[in-house]
Each structure stands twice: as structure tokens, then as C-alpha cells.
């Protein structure tokens, strides 16, 4: 009985020992799990030799983070925090990591950023990265001072400069958020990023002059699908169909899932009676977006014209289920 006893008791122990051979909650990788990759399997077999060393983990969380696999990304940074707490590093690449998940922990990510950040005080993609999420947020009056701060060093000056726009032009204040356009441009006149923001506030405004800037971007980006909408775009507004449908499709070349370069597309076919066409393209919207309340009206519209009246019903009431106030939804409805 005592040797039985004596027997597990030495087994529990080879249990534990063998356990702690690795950090607590650290990821074990076999080399002989076909179920990932050589790089992976490589880097795990530096680990399981060397199993407290946090770069290793650190490593093969970067390879993970690369292959869109951000869960086992995350736990090898973890376990690289656990063994280095002190490294600002890995707790910035936790921190995008945690953004890139399905549903984005911003909780987290703003943990791990503000951790590094007083690591490193002059951490300036940390701060950068703790900007943006900010920024998302609608925090501005905690973003702008960092985005300020972060105007004053020489290689994040103009990224700091790009998002203080945006935040100014969340806030309303467009005059302040032109001004960094031009001090932008003054430096960088091939800026891509203030040669748009340039043109979208010359939209309204004077579109002959927004089509120069938008001719500018698309010389500097020709396959931005974001400078190119804004060119049909102009082009609609003019009346050149023809011309603005040409761009349009090259936008959904470029970018299938840009539903307005579809949407305005329909449009410019009810224009022209083109019905059958506008039903296909508002279709191809509906499936990407079943919320595109649009979309549903515009394609009630020519199923209504072509007279098909219970299908167009069936759309506008969709649209209403969206949008209750939608004034033209209602219109068709009572005709």
C-alpha cells in the first residue's frame, strides 16, 4: 500500500515539474502538429527549448499576427508581458493585436498603450496608436493635446497633422482643419491625404477647383478608389454621365465593396430609364449591405416603373423598417 502510494506521489510531482517547465498560461506547440505552418513549428521548437525566453513568444506572436490568427497572437504576447513586463514593445503590439480582433477590445489595447507609454515617454507610435483610438472614441479633448504633441517630432508630424484634421472636421471646426491642410501641403505639396482632404472641402465649395485638387491626388494615387469616386462624382454633379459611369466602374474594379460607387451608378441609370439595370446594381448592394435604406427606395422606384408593384411595396416598407422618417419611401408608398 505504501509503495502505491509512494508511486503516485512521485508521479504527482513529475506532473507538476513537467508543467512548470513553461510559463503559466503560455501556448505549447508540438513540432509535430501538422495543423501549423513551418514558421510557426520552427519558432516553437526554439521555444520548447529555451521556454522563458520572452522574445521567442514575442516572435512567434508576430507570425501569428501575420497570418490574421490574433487570439494565439495575443496569448504569446501575453506570455512575453508575463516574462518582461517592462518591454514597451511587446505591449504595443498587444495593444494592435487587441484592435484586430472581430469585435476590438479597446479596453485592452488602451491598457497595454498607456503600460508602454510609461515605459517609454517618448514612445511616439504608442502615443500615435493611443491618438487614433482616441480619436475613434470621440475623444477629442483627450486626443487633440497628444496629436499636438506629436506635431512636433520630425517623423510623425505629418500623420499627427492628418488625424488632428479629421478630428477638427468631427468637431466643426473647418477653418482650423483647413489651415493644417495648407500646412501639409506647404511642406509636402505631393501629400496624397491633404490633396483629398483638400478637395472634399472644395466640394460644395467651388467644384472646379476640387477637381484640380482630385486630379492631383489621382496623378499621385491613380488606384485610389477614394479619389476616383470623388472624380464620377464631380463629373454626376456636371452632367457628364457618360464620362462619371466610366469612373464609377473603374472604382468597382478597384474596390467591389464601394456600394456608392454602385448606388450612383443606379442612379445614373433611372436617369436614363434604364431600369432593369438599376434593379441588378441596387441588388448588388442589397447583398452587401441589407441596410443600405437607399438602395431599397431606388430599386422600389424601378420595380414600381416597370410595374411591379408588390415588389416595389415590399422595398419601400423594407426601407421604412430602416428608416421609419424616409420621406420619398413613404411618397411611393401613397402613390
Known sequence: MRSTLFLAWLLALLFVSCNQKYPEGALRISTGDS?????????????????????????????????????LAIKDFRTAIKLEPKNPLYRYRAAETYLQEDSANYLGALEQIDEAIDLKQDYHEAILLKSKLLLARQQYQKCDPLLIKLTKTKDFKEQARLLHIVSLKEQGDTVKAMQLVDLILADNPDNYDASMQKALFLLDKDSSLAEKWIDKALVLDEYSDEALYTKGLLLQRKGQYADAEIIYNRVIK????????????????????????VIELCTQIIEQNQGFVKAYVLRGFSLKSTGQEKAAQKDFQAALSLEPNNELAKKYLED
Request: cysteine-free; glycine content about 4%.
Open 35 to 71: 495543423t501549423y505552418g513551418t514558421d510557426i513549428l520552427t519558432i516553437s521548437e526554439k521555444i520548447n527549448k529555451s521556454p522563458f525566453e520572452a522574445n521567442k513568444y514575442y516572435l512567434r506572436g508576430n507570425t501569428f499576427f501575420y497570418q490574421d490568427k490574433f487570439k
Open 254 to 277: 478597384i474596390n467591389p465593396a464601394h456600394l456608392y460607387a454602385f448606388y450612383n451608378l443606379a442612379v445614373i441609370q433611372a436617369l436614363f430609364d434604364n431600369h432593369e439595370d
